[in-house]
């Protein structure tokens, strides 16, 4: 499997994974009452996770492109595996081939997409691999997490 990581346009540290195989249907992104569009997610660690797996398989069923033979507990694995991801904020959408991801300021955006990219295969393309590609410029990133830089305190 491919998957390649881009930035979002004017968004400093959300970033989006492509994947060349599908991924499941999600539920559209939450926004809490009175929050800013900074503050819409997918799901996150505070997310009652049992729920969205229950969700998920609602709203798969008969419409992704594979058969998981335990569906509930696949996505409510997958869900408690990505959400402590270290770097991962926040997932704020996702597509049939993609997730938009916020990323913390202090960390590379490059090891927390492997990991994530290694826990979609690990649970529903367990027999393929994943290579993660960037299109991702210097540029791209916010001046403090240029490519992985370390950051130093200064006295």
């Known amino acids: 499997m491919k998957a390649m990581v881009t930035h979002v346009y004017n968004q400093p540290n959300l970033v989006e994974l492509h994947l060349s195989s599908e991924l499941p249907l999600f539920p559209p992104p939450f926004r809490p009452r009175f ?3 900074e503050q819409t997610r997918l799901f996150c ?3 009652h996770l049992g729920r969205l797996a229950d ?3 609602r709203i798969n069923r008969g419409k992704f492109s594979l058969e998981l033979p335990q ?3 696949t996505f409510l694995s997958f869900l408690e595996e990505i959400v402590v991801v270290e770097g991962l904020v926040r997932v704020v959408d996702a597509a ?3 997730l938009t991801i916020e990323v913390g300021k202090c960390f590379s955006v490059l090891p927390v997409f492997q990991t994530i990219a290694d826990c979609i295969v690990r649970h529903f393309y367990p ?3 994943v290579v993660v590609q960037s299109r991702m410029t210097p540029d791209c990133f916010p001046s403090h997490t240029q490519h992985g830089a370390t950051l130093t305190s200064q006295s």
């Open 127 to 129: 027999s393929e691999t």
């Open 35 to 37: 929050a800013g569009p």
């Open 96 to 98: 049939r081939y993609s």
């Open 55 to 57: 969700h998920l398989c």
């Open 71 to 73: 569906p509930r507990e």
């Open 45 to 47: 660690r505070g997310a």
